[in-house]
């Protein structure tokens, strides 16, 4: 079977354009029309009803800071807290490299922990450990960046009970976690700050680079909102050291179209993912882990597999398209291996883990036929 023959694509972005494509053309020549396509009605606009939605149902008062893309949002969060040269932040090696690129965009030092084999997510046992002996050599440690990967909740209680202990910020990449929750707490709302990726790829994606910050700290958003353009508080004048990473009219009006139809995208990967759920419940492979209390929002659902490749393979063969999220953790790759610090397990659990995941097609947009076409493949495993 070619490429072409693939029936069920692992994600399918024209899909998600063509469901929304009047609303979504309409809001493009609505801001062509305007004549303002920075920092606009529509950025302002999409601030607003982001920071509304995240603190609906009893969460702190949230305030959002558009930027150009979900890298500079964890690094502007880190600017906005005073974190840079002289820093440590510890995170978590199996994400998508951007977590660690915004650190050192930010001249902090990266430390890398292990994760919990079940969830993916940051080990909080071992993030307590470095942080009462850290790795020698490196600067004191001023932030922890959990990341809720593949949209399953980090173990924030622990985290922040870990966090306040030692006196450094709590800093959520939420970047695949959009809507979800932990024990009924929507996640981005949690910490001290939160950093959302909205590429076209994530549950609440733009059609291009766009990224968001959240904190109930009012005073950290001013601060994030005059560094992401140059530091100005007065235009024209740079009152302190900022960058340029502003969300355009265009992007921000898109994502004002998506933002009410999250709710109801994650519902529907939810019920994918029960269907794949009940299709593996006989087969050799385990659904994925769902911590109690954790309400999962599958920006992808992963499997473990020892023999990938031939699954993966014979997946193909169905018509089945699959991916891999992420084949090499960053400690191992050519630009880190061999100086970035990592906790006392040394990411084993991490490199374990990169050798099996596997990611099967999830996103709003897939059929029902396509559902039942992915779980006779599974079933057929």
């Known amino acids: 079977m070619n490429v ?11 899909a998600a354009y063509r469901a929304q494509k009047d609303a979504i053309d309409a809001a493009v020549a609505r801001v062509l029309a305007s004549g303002w396509y920075i920092l606009g009605q529509e950025g302002a606009a999409f601030e607003r009803e982001y920071g509304a939605w995240l ?39 199996h994400t998508a490299v951007a977590t660690v690129a915004a650190i050192e965009m930010v001249g902090a030092t990266p430390l890398l922990i292990d994760i919990d084999p079940r969830t ?10 470095v942080l009462r002996s850290p790795p020698p050599g490196l600067p004191p440690v001023r932030a922890v960046i959990p990341v809720h990967i593949y949209g399953h909740a980090c173990d924030m209680d622990a985290i922040l009970a870990i966090g306040r202990a030692a006196g450094i910020a709590v800093v959520e990449d939420v970047a ?45 958003a001013a601060r ?4 992401r353009q140059y530091g100005w508080h007065r235009r024209y004048i740079s009152d302190e050291v900022g960058v340029n990473s502003r969300l355009d009219e265009m992007q921000a009006a898109i994502l004002r179209v998506r933002l009410p139809l999250l709710d109801a995208g994650n519902a529907r990967r939810r019920a994918v993912a029960a269907a794949y759920d009940a299709a593996l419940a006989e087969g050799p492979f385990a659904a994925p ?19 990938r490749e031939g699954v993966m393979e014979r997946l193909r063969v169905q018509g089945v398209a699959t991916a891999i999220h992420y084949p090499v953790p960053v400690h ?32 709003p947009e897939i059929t029902d036929a396509q559902v039942e076409r992915v779980c006779a493949a599974l079933r057929a495993l």
Not at 55 to 76: E, H, K, R
Not at 224 to 227: E, N, S, V
Not at 334 to 356: D, Q, S
């Open 289 to 307: 882990y769902r911590a109690p209390g954790v309400e999962h929002v599958f920006h992808q659902y992963v499997l473990r597999v020892p023999d």
């Open 224 to 227: 994030m909102a005059a560094i």
């Open 55 to 93: 603190s609906a149902g009893g969460a702190p008062a949230m305030t959002a800071v558009g930027c150009a893309n979900g890298t500079d949002a964890i690094a502007l969060i880190l600017r906005g807290l005073g974190i840079g040269p002289g820093c440590t932040v510890a995170t978590v090696s």
């Open 332 to 363: 191992e790759q050519a630009a880190y291996k061999g100086r970035v610090a990592m906790g006392p397990a040394g990411c084993a659990e991490t490199a374990r883990a990169a050798g099996e995941v596997m990611s099967l097609p999830v996103f």
């Open 176 to 220: 695949q976690a959009h809507g979800g929750r932990l024990d009924g707490r929507m996640l981005g709302t949690l910490g001290d700050a939160a950093a959302f990726s909205l590429y076209p790829t994530k549950n609440l994606g733009a059609l291009g680079d766009a990224g968001v910050t959240a904190t109930p700290d009012a005073a950290l």
């Open 120 to 129: 993916f997510c940051l080990d909080a046992a071992e993030l307590a450990e």
């Open 4 to 14: 072409q023959d693939i029936i069920v694509p692992q994600a399918d972005l024209g």
